[in-house]
């Protein structure tokens, strides 16, 4: 079973910065990776994912604001959190995709991160 460590939340301001790091217990190189995010009383929501190739996609939501990266020898992702606003408060969660057009997870979940964008 793969696992999924999530870190690098915390308490943001707006108009600040977090970066948040994933990395998974075995090779990511061969899959399409995403960050997701569930805010309180709402459904997770993919807010950027990242091809084999490094190509990426963003929730219009996010896009100018998110950069996601990964770094294959590491087996981690990140997820580069700019110009925060009090709408992304939520626990970030990442997972592998199965396909890199579509939002479905490949893996169980981690604990997630939980960003906090307040003043």
């Known amino acids: 079973q793969v696992q999924l460590v999530e870190s690098g939340g915390g308490l943001g301001q707006p108009g600040g910065s977090l970066r948040l790091s994933c990395t998974a217990s075995t090779m990511i190189s061969i899959y399409p990776m995403g960050w997701y995010r569930q805010a309180p009383g709402k459904q997770r929501e993919l807010v950027a994912s990242?091809?084999?190739?490094?190509?990426?996609n963003y929730r219009d939501s996010v896009k100018g604001r998110f950069t996601i990266s990964r770094d294959n020898a590491k087996k981690t992702v990140y997820l580069q959190m700019n110009s925060l606003k009090p709408e992304d408060t939520a626990v970030y969660y990442c997972?592998?995709?199965?396909?890199?057009?579509?939002?479905?997870?490949?893996?169980?979940w981690g604990q997630g991160t939980q960003v906090t964008v307040s003043s």
């Open positions: 990242i091809s084999v190739g490094s190509s990426t």
């Open positions: 997972n592998a995709l199965r396909e890199f057009y579509g939002e479905r997870p490949r893996w169980d």
